[in-house]
C-alpha cells in the first residue's frame, strides 16, 4: 500500500515535470518565432525600399509607408496565440467529439450540429470581420500620418495654434478610426453572441438528451457524467476558438498591410548587366512617352540618340521635368510607352542594381541620411579611400568644406540634414555622384550654390569627360551648355537634341 502511494506521488511528480518542461521549451519555441518575423520583414523591407518603383510610390509619402513595419508586431503577438490555444483548442473539440460519439450515437448529432455552426460562423462574418479589420487599419495609419505631418512642418501649426485646426484634423482622422474600430467590434460580438446562445441551446440539449438517455437506462450514471464534462470541455474550447478571432483578423491584416510593401512595390528587372565601367553609356529614346497618373503627358513621340562618352547638357522651357528626365534615364520611371535603350539594350533587360552601380546621380534636393559624413559619400562602397575623396573634391572644387567639419568624416549627419549647412549638404550629394568613376553622370543644377572659383573647377573637371563618362547635366548656366557636346532642349512634352555648332552642326 505504501509503496502504491509512494508510485503514484513520484507518477504525479514526474508528470508535473515534464509537463513544465515542455511549456517551457514552447515558450522558446514561440519566442524564435518572434524573432525570426522581426528579423525576416526588417531585412526584408531593408532590401525593397531601394528597388521601390518611383511610379507606383508616387502618390504616397514613404517614411510614412514604411510605418506598416509596426505591423510586425502585430503579427508577433498574434501569431503566438494562434500557435498555442488555436491548435490545443481544435484538438480538443476533435477528440471530444470522437469521444462523445463513442458513448451512443445520439452524440453524433451535437458534434454535426457543433460543425455546422462553427462553419456558418466562419462563412457569414469572416469577410466582413477581415475587411472592417482592413479598415480599421487604414484609419490607423491615417491618423499617425496625419501626426507625423503635423511633426514635419510644426512652424504652421505653431503660428495657428490658437484656431485648433490641428485637433480638428485629428479629430476628423480620430472619428473615422473610432466608426471602423466600432463596426469591427460588432463583428467580433455577433460571433460572440452567437456562441453564447449556441452555447446555453447545445447545454441544454445535451443535459436534456443525457437525462433522456439515463432514465432509458441507455446510458449510465458514470457514461452520463463524462459526457456532459466531455461536452463543457467541447464548449469551452468553442468559446477559446471563437475569441481568438481577433488575432486571427490582426495576423491576416498584418500580414497584408507588410505585404502592401514588400509585394506590390518593386521595380521589374531583367538579368544582363551593363558593361564594364571605363566605358560611356550609349542611351537611346523611341517614340517616348511617359505621364503620372494624373494622364498628362510630361514626354511624348520623343527621339533622340546621345553616344557614348558625350558631354550633354539639359535646359527647359520654364517647368518642363528636368529632374523627371534625369529619373527616368536613371531606372526610377518604368511605365512609360515607347522605347529606352542603354547600350542598345532596353531598361527592361538589365538588373536594375548592377546598371546604378556604374551610375552616378545628383538631384538638387536634400539627399543624405543619419550617419556619418563619411557614410553619406560612400554609400556602402567600401573600396573608395579617403585619399580619392579628398582627391576628388580638390579636382572638382569641392574640398573647401571638408576641413570646416567639426569631426570631419566621422561628423554625424542628423536627420534631413538638419545640423548641416545646405551647401555642404550639397557637395556631400554632389562627392557621392562623382565617386567610383561612373559610367553614367545624372546632375541636375550642380553649379547652383557655388563660389565662382568652384563652379569653375567643377565645370572643367565635367568638361574634361572623366573616365569617358557619358555626362548629362540639367542646368541654366549658358556657358556650361555651350562647352557641351549636345544639348537637349525640353518644352512641352518634347525633347530635342541638337549638336553645338562648335563641335560640329545640324541636329541630330
Known amino acids: 500500500m505504501v509503496t502504491s502511494i509512494y508510485v503514484l506521488i513520484s507518477l504525479v511528480v514526474a508528470g508535473t515535470v515534464v509537463v513544465g518542461l515542455m511549456q517551457i521549451n514552447q515558450m ?85 450540429t457543433l ?38 512642418v510644426i512652424n504652421p501649426f505653431k503660428l495657428s495654434y490658437d484656431t485648433n485646426f490641428n485637433l480638428a484634423r485629428t479629430d476628423v482622422h480620430v472619428n473615422k478610426y473610432l466608426n471602423s474600430r466600432t463596426e469591427h467590434f460588432s463583428v467580433l460580438l455577433f460571433q460572440y453572441k452567437t456562441l453564447v446562445m449556441t452555447k446555453v441551446a447545445i447545454t441544454t440539449a445535451m443535459l436534456g438528451g443525457g437525462a433522456f438517455l439515463l432514465l432509458r437506462q441507455q446510458l449510465n450514471i458514470g457514461e452520463f457524467i463524462a459526457a456532459e464534462i466531455v461536452v463543457l470541455a467541447v464548449i469551452n474550447a468553442v468559446e477559446k476558438l471563437i475569441v481568438n478571432l481577433d488575432s486571427v483578423y490582426d495576423v491576416v491584416t498584418g500580414l497584408e498591410k507588410l505585404a502592401s510593401v514588400t509585394e506590390n512595390l518593386s521595380e521589374n528587372e531583367g538579368k544582363l548587366s551593363i558593361d564594364p565601367a571605363g566605358k560611356g553609356v550609349a542611351i537611346e529614346l523611341q517614340n517616348f512617352g511617359f505621364s503620372f497618373r494624373d494622364d498628362r503627358a510630361l ?31 536613371a531606372g526610377h520611371y518604368q511605365h512609360f510607352s515607347g522605347s529606352l535603350l542603354f547600350n542598345k539594350v532596353p531598361l527592361s533587360n538589365y538588373r536594375l542594381a548592377t546598371l546604378r552601380m556604374k551610375m552616378g ?46 569631426e570631419g568624416f566621422q561628423t554625424q549627419v542628423a536627420p ?32 547652383d550654390g557655388l563660389a565662382g572659383h568652384e563652379r569653375q573647377k567643377l565645370m572643367q573637371y565635367l568638361t574634361s569627360k572623366p573616365h569617358r563618362a ?14 557641351c557636346d549636345y544639348q537637349i532642349l525640353l518644352s512641352n512634352g518634347t525633347a530635342t537634341l541638337t549638336e553645338n555648332f562648335d563641335n560640329g552642326s545640324g541636329e541630330l
Open 470 to 483: 557619358t555626362i548629362i547635366v540639367a542646368t541654366g548656366d549658358a556657358a556650361f551648355l555651350q562647352a
Open 361 to 406: 546621380l545628383y538631384l538638387n534636393q536634400r539627399e543624405v541620411f543619419i550617419g556619418t559624413v563619411w557614410d553619406n559619400i560612400i554609400d556602402g562602397r567600401s573600396q573608395i579611400t579617403s585619399e580619392e575623396i579628398i582627391d576628388l573634391a580638390e579636382q572638382c572644387g569641392l574640398s573647401g568644406f571638408l576641413d570646416q567639419l567639426p
Open 115 to 152: 460543425v455546422v455552426i462553427l462553419t456558418l460562423i466562419f462563412r457569414l462574418t469572416g469577410t466582413s470581420g477581415l475587411q472592417t479589420s482592413m479598415e480599421e487599419s487604414g484609419h490607423k495609419y491615417k491618423t499617425v500620418a496625419w501626426l507625423q505631418e503635423m511633426a514635419r
Open 299 to 329: 514626354f511624348r513621340d520623343v527621339d533622340l540618340q546621345i553616344p557614348a562618352g558625350s558631354l550633354v547638357g539639359i535646359s527647359s522651357m520654364g517647368q518642363s521635368g528636368k529632374s523627371t528626365f534625369l529619373k527616368i534615364l
Open 416 to 447: 534631413n540634414g538638419k545640423n548641416l549647412p545646405g551647401h555642404y549638404i550639397k557637395r556631400i550629394s554632389l562627392l557621392r555622384a562623382l565617386l567610383n568613376k561612373p559610367s553614367l553622370l545624372l546632375l541636375e543644377d550642380p553649379f
Open 28 to 112: 522558446k519555441i514561440v519566442e524564435k518565432i518572434k524573432q525570426k518575423i522581426f528579423v525576416r520583414y526588417a531585412f526584408d523591407f531593408a532590401d525593397k525600399i531601394p528597388r521601390f518603383d518611383l511610379f507606383k510610390t508616387d502618390n504616397f509619402y514613404l517614411p510614412e509607408k514604411v510605418n506598416r513595419f509596426f505591423d510586425v508586431l502585430n503579427v508577433q503577438k498574434g501569431l503566438s496565440k494562434l500557435l498555442l490555444d488555436v491548435p490545443a483548442a481544435s484538438i480538443q473539440i476533435i477528440f471530444g467529439l470522437i469521444l462523445l460519439a463513442l458513448y451512443h450515437p445520439f452524440f453524433i448529432v451535437f458534434g454535426l
